[in-house]
């Protein structure tokens, strides 16, 4: 698995990739902090549910509002 870094840094050099967080964050700023968070509470569950071993998706259940940092 690529490290966190690395992926950031190949996303900030692809001219896609920084026109569709353009047009994410321009959504997103339209948006109240609750819906805010919960789209990236939704991201987060998506990401660990595809990812992470079955203890993590088990770990984040017991505490959601941990997730996110606004």
Not at 50 to 70: C, I, M
């Amino acid at each position: 698995m690529q490290h966190l870094a690395g992926l950031l840094d190949e996303l900030e050099r692809s001219e896609p990739a920084r026109a569709a967080m353009a047009i994410l964050e321009g959504s997103l700023s339209r948006r109240s902090e609750q819906e805010q968070g919960a789209f990236w509470r939704a991201v987060d569950i998506y990401y660990i549910s595809r990812k992470a071993p079955p203890e993590a998706t088990q770990a984040f259940a017991v505490a959601p509002d941990l997730a996110v940092a606004s």
